[in-house]
Nanobody, 123 residues
């Protein structure tokens, strides 16, 4: 069954770190760009980061630049999001999704959304 599964969310104190994983099942990750998104209660889903297929170029929202790092391990069919210096504003459900393109910004071009993983940053 084709799906993406996120994991790694947790409750963490401000300034702490987490690593999220996005594992692909039923398809080969190599051929797809993968994006991370987040959605807080009452807010729209927003793009956080994206890594392209083939050349693994990376893209980040301004709000996470310098703190988050996206990477992919095609051998493990998994994309990671390393999150450092976490802030309360980072509290959200984090989702990953795939795109046939090269991390274009149109969220409607992403599909196969995972179920999400909750990240809570609080003291």
């Amino acid at each position: 069954q084709l799906q993406l599964v996120e994991s790694g969310g947790d409750l963490v104190q401000p300034g702490g770190s987490l690593r999220l994983s996005c594992a692909a099942y039923g398809f080969t990750l190599d051929y797809w760009s993968i994006g991370w998104f987040r959605q807080a209660p009452g807010k729209k889903r927003e793009a956080v980061s994206c890594i392209t297929k083939s050349n693994s170029n990376t893209h980040y929202a301004d709000s996470v630049k310098g703190r988050f790092t996206i990477s992919r391990d095609n051998a493990k069919n998994t994309v990671y999001l390393q999150m450092n210096s976490l802030k309360p504003d980072d509290t959200s459900v984090y989702y990953c999704a795939r795109q046939w393109g090269m991390c274009t910004t149109d969220i409607s071009t992403f599909g196969s959304w995972g179920q999400g993983t909750q990240v809570t940053v609080s003291s």
